[in-house]
């Protein structure tokens, strides 16, 4: 069974600052992992996604995320902040067998905040 | 290409009614999956479509349903509406296989009075 934590329900930055969102997964085969941003009222956008090309993803609006085996890692970063980044992000997974169609696990957000 | 689209995007339905979502895929997607997301418990995971056939399921009650099309379009159905019901109800497209990253629609806002 797979499920995921994301240490930090609200996080705050300065802008300019590093954006560090946290998430831990949990998996019983090699997983697919997702970053997804939501805008108030709006629905989810994907940020990125890992699918065991590369451990170090990049994805949109500057963002990235290193997959970390050993530590079950997939934190997403950004090396400066933005007003515009504020929102809530989802880390998301989904286990990577090619037979079965596994339902995508949600983290429970982390609530980003910017101050000027 | 056009994203997915949901609609209606608000409803306001009383206690007892029954309402019916609805939701259009991505051109070329097979999967439509049905969330429900409220402040108190984050996003919980309805059921998945895949051609026309329920391929997963989560942990709701019978009141909640679902189907889909031959076009992919899905639709999902509350009856016996209950306050609790009230959320935010997002559709998600994917291709249904391989990597599966879904994208999601601007979701419908269903308010029960």
């Known amino acids: 069974a797979q499920s995921v934590t994301q240490l930090g329900s609200h996080v705050s930055v300065s802008e300019g600052a590093l954006v560090l969102l946290r998430c831990n997964y949990s998996s019983s085969v090699p997983p697919y992992l997702f970053w997804y941003v939501q805008y108030p009222n709006q629905g989810l956008q994907l940020l990125l996604k890992y699918t065991s090309a590369a451990t170090l993803v990049k994805g949109i609006n500057g963002f990235e995320a290193e997959f970390k085996k050993s530590e079950t890692s997939f934190h997403l970063t950004k090396p400066s902040a933005h007003m515009s980044d504020a929102a809530e992000y989802f880390c998301a997974v989904r286990a990577s067998r090619k037979t079965s169609y596994d339902k995508v696990i949600f983290g429970p957000g982390t609530s980003l905040s910017v101050i000027p | 290409k056009a994203g997915v689209t949901q609609t209606p995007r608000y409803l306001i339905k009383t206690r007892g009614q029954q309402v019916t979502l609805s939701c259009s895929p991505i051109s070329g997607h097979r999967s439509v999956s049905w969330y429900q997301q409220t402040p108190g418990q984050g996003l919980q995971f309805l059921f998945e479509?895949?051609?026309?056939?329920?391929?997963n399921k989560g942990n709701f009650p019978g009141r909640f349903s679902g189907r889909q099309f031959s076009n992919s379009r899905s639709e999902m159905n509350v009856s016996t509406l209950e306050l609790g019901d009230s959320a935010l109800y997002l559709c998600?497209?994917?291709?249904?296989?391989?990597?599966?990253?879904?994208?999601f629609g601007p979701g419908t806002r269903l308010t029960v009075t």
């Open positions: 998600a497209s994917s291709l249904g296989q391989g990597v599966h990253e879904q994208y």
């Open positions: 479509y895949f051609s026309e056939t329920q391929r």
